[in-house]
């Protein structure tokens, strides 16, 4: 079955580090890939996505490229802020069959010092 | 706001005991989900409904069942409760079944089990 692995945390950096969290996906086909980032006390929000090989997917900062060779979709950005600690998820959705079954990774945790 | 509604945010409840969740989605999605978040297992997926029917099961026990109503709100109904079964469970939402569809969470329900 599908299955997403990312680097396991907690990650702790200084402000305006360089950020980096791997994620890797073993999957049938083309499915689309995702970040989700979650705040303390929320729920998932969209980050970023790619939906085919060699997109990239950026947002906030944030970037990813969908690297269908080496299955790949690792999280970069060039310059953390306090404000980007939270959990980050990697997640993968089956391009097709009729249904979502968005699997997610079992998310990484950035602590951002000042 | 997400848009979407998750409803209790926190319950309390013994051993054995029945409990509903409710999740109510973004207005004009179609598509609902259930996760549940673990410490120890992280995000699983349970169930996806769409537009009233069922198109895809996870690791949803048999004590749990849910169902999407005509309105398309959803409930999560989970009996014989046990200690194991404290987590936050958390409800999504998309517009459709496509792989590349973007969910929205709401804030969540957790639930303790004593």
């Known amino acids: 079955g599908d299955s997403v692995t990312q680097m396991e945390g907690p990650v702790t950096l200084s402000e305006e580090a360089f950020l980096t969290i791997n994620c890797t996906y073993t999957?049938?086909?083309?499915?689309?890939l995702f970040w989700y980032v979650q705040y303390p006390g929320e729920g998932l929000q969209l980050l970023l996505k790619a939906t085919k090989a060699d997109d990239k997917g950026s947002n906030k900062g944030f970037e990813a490229t969908y690297r269908k060779e080496t299955t790949s979709f690792h999280l970069e950005k060039g310059s953390v802020q306090v404000s980007d600690s939270a959990v980050y998820f990697c997640?993968?959705?089956?391009?097709?069959?009729?249904?979502?079954?968005?699997?997610f990774g079992t998310g990484t945790k950035l602590q951002v010092i000042p | 706001d997400s848009g979407v509604t998750q409803t209790p945010k926190h319950l309390i409840t013994a051993t054995g005991q029945r409990v509903t969740l409710r999740c109510s989605p973004r207005?004009?999605?179609?598509?609902v989900y259930w996760y549940q978040q673990s410490l120890d297992q992280g995000l699983q997926f349970l169930i996806q409904y769409y537009n009233g029917e069922e198109r895809a099961k996870g690791n949803i026990l048999e004590r749990f069942s849910a169902q999407q109503f005509p309105d398309l709100h959803s409930e999560l109904n989970l009996s014989s409760l046990e200690l194991g079964d404290s987590a936050l469970y958390f409800c999504?939402?998309?517009?459709?079944?496509?792989?590349?569809?973007?969910?929205?969470f709401g804030a969540g329900s957790r639930l303790t089990v004593l």
């Open positions: 997640a993968l959705s089956p391009s097709s069959g009729g249904y979502q079954k968005v699997t």
């Open positions: 999957a049938t086909g083309y499915p689309s």
């Open positions: 999504a939402s998309s517009k459709g079944v496509s792989g590349a569809n973007v969910l929205t």
């Open positions: 207005s004009g999605d179609l598509s």
